[in-house]
């Protein structure tokens, strides 16, 4: 199975993503959570992406789509991998393609977690106050929901056409949702 979900900063997509690696037995791979190791072992790339990061925009492509072309070689993602927060930009779906069919590989699927703005914007700052997340504030949550509509939202209508494209409602309890991503996947051919 070869995953990715996107959604929206605060959809829930890292909580979805260990649910569904773990059903399917295959790793989660989010990008965001890479970076911020990266970030606290201050190492080159780690201080490459912080300024970024803090700021609430994007790490640059050509530095995230290396680090996902080395984590995507590693053995554990032969029997496939759920990415979590990659591909974010156009460019970086083009990458991931690449990687795939260098490989005579492509994606199954790609879920969209939906969840509308005035909605993930109190989750995020609550999320500040219990994980104190450096861009949980206010003026970079706002940011980082302005570059997911530029640089993110246009990706969902490339996967769309695609006809690989689910999307599964994020509102309501975790397990609920877990439950409508997996009926989701459940008609997905590999
Ligand atoms: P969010 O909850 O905002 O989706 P993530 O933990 O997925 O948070 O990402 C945090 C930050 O890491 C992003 O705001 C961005 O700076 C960086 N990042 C994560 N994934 C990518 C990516 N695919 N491309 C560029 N930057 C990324």
Do not use: W
Not at 30 to 55: C, H, P, W, Y
């Amino acid at each position: 199975m070869r995953l990715v979900l996107v959604g929206p900063p605060g959809s829930g997509k890292g909580t979805q993503a260990k649910l569904i690696a773990e059903h399917f037995g295959i790793p989660a791979i989010s990008t965001g959570d890479i970076f911020r190791r990266n970030v606290a072992g201050e190492t080159d790339l780690g201080v490459q992406a912080k300024k970024f990061m803090d700021s609430g925009d994007y790490v640059p492509d050509s530095l995230t789509n290396a680090m996902v072309r080395e984590r995507l070689a590693e053995a554990d993602c032969e029997p496939g991998f759920l990415l979590d927060g990659y591909p974010r930009t156009i460019d970086q779906v083009d990458a991931l393609d690449g990687m795939l069919s260098e490989q005579g590989r492509r994606l199954d699927a790609v879920v969209e977690l939906v969840a509308p703005a005035d909605e993930v914007v109190p989750r995020l700052l609550l999320r500040a106050e219990t994980e104190g997340r450096a861009d949980d504030t206010e003026d970079v949550v706002r940011r980082r929901l302005e570059v997911y509509a530029e640089q993110t939202e246009p990706l969902i209508d490339v996967y769309r056409k695609q006809g690989i494209l689910l999307d599964v409602d994020g509102l309501g309890e975790i397990p609920e949702v877990a439950d409508r991503i997996r009926a989701a996947l459940e008609g997905v051919s590999r």
